[in-house]
């Protein structure tokens, strides 16, 4: 009870120096470590682009066809493109897009802080009087929720792309009745929900990387405890997170 409780209080606590170590960083003109921050965002971006974009391409696929199984039953197959594009843009190019990115870079983040950690590199900042925070968490959370929106949208083209090639090849519906179902299924707000979501999936994901990495245990099998633990915590998170959308978005009439 008590080891939950302080664990708690330091979660708190290294929640609160993500603003104030920001602010700090714009007040007294610190430099801010771009060299860090472009080498991250190239991480989260173009090296990950390609399994984002299969990810969704089979989720949109897997849609369509359990789809088009059912909607077949009466006659309303061409009603697919309307789970799917719904789908894909509401929930899943969003939560799959995330999922895959605590996996992979979420997991990166707390490696390689547990490993400079255990290295006493972090220890080493601190005493040449940096902070540690603003010089290692913040360009990673402020990359990872920059470039998550990006990644889900192409994401949104990847699974939309699935459905598509699935629709036609499995039940013969000709690509302009596709497309327009599907621009008639989607609205701006579905959009505007599923860009939400990566936005605050891209900041959980990264700061959730961070703390367990930067709180590791000083050993080798603490930074195997910090990766499996930010990317388990990181995928509950999302998905409770998306949950908790839904229930606004319901609340809503999204």
Do not use: H
């Amino acid at each position: 009870m008590q080891t939950a409780v302080s664990n708690t209080l330091r979660a708190i606590s290294f929640l609160g120096q993500i603003p104030l170590s920001a602010a700090a960083l714009l007040t007294s003109g610190a430099r801010f470590p771009w060299g860090d921050f472009t080498r991250v965002t190239l991480q989260c971006s173009a090296l990950a682009l390609t399994i984002v974009v299969v990810v969704n391409l089979l989720i949109g696929a897997i849609l369509a066809f359990v789809g088009a199984v059912q909607l077949i039953k009466f006659g309303a197959g061409v009603f697919v493109a309307d789970l799917v594009s719904i789908a894909v843009v509401r929930e899943m190019a969003a939560v799959m897009t995330a999922v895959v990115m605590a996996g992979r870079t979420g997991a990166s983040f707390a490696a390689e802080l547990a490993t400079m950690q255990a290295n006493e590199e972090v220890d080493a900042l601190e005493v040449l009087g940096l902070d540690t925070v603003a010089y290692l968490v913040l360009p990673r959370v402020l990359a990872l929720t920059v470039i998550l929106p990006l990644l889900y949208v192409y994401g949104c083209i990847s699974g939309l792309l699935g459905g598509l090639v699935v629709a036609v090849a499995m039940m013969k519906i000709s690509v302009p009745a596709y497309l327009d179902r599907t621009i008639d299924a989607l609205t701006s707000a579905q959009f505007a929900l599923g860009a939400s979501k990566s936005i605050c999936f891209g900041a959980l994901v990264a700061l959730t990387g961070c703390y367990y990495g930067l709180y590791a245990q000083r050993n080798a099998a603490g930074v195997g405890s910090a990766t499996t633990g930010a990317v388990v915590s990181a995928i509950v998170g999302v998905i409770a997170l998306d949950a908790i959308f839904a229930l606004c978005a319901n609340a809503l009439g999204v």
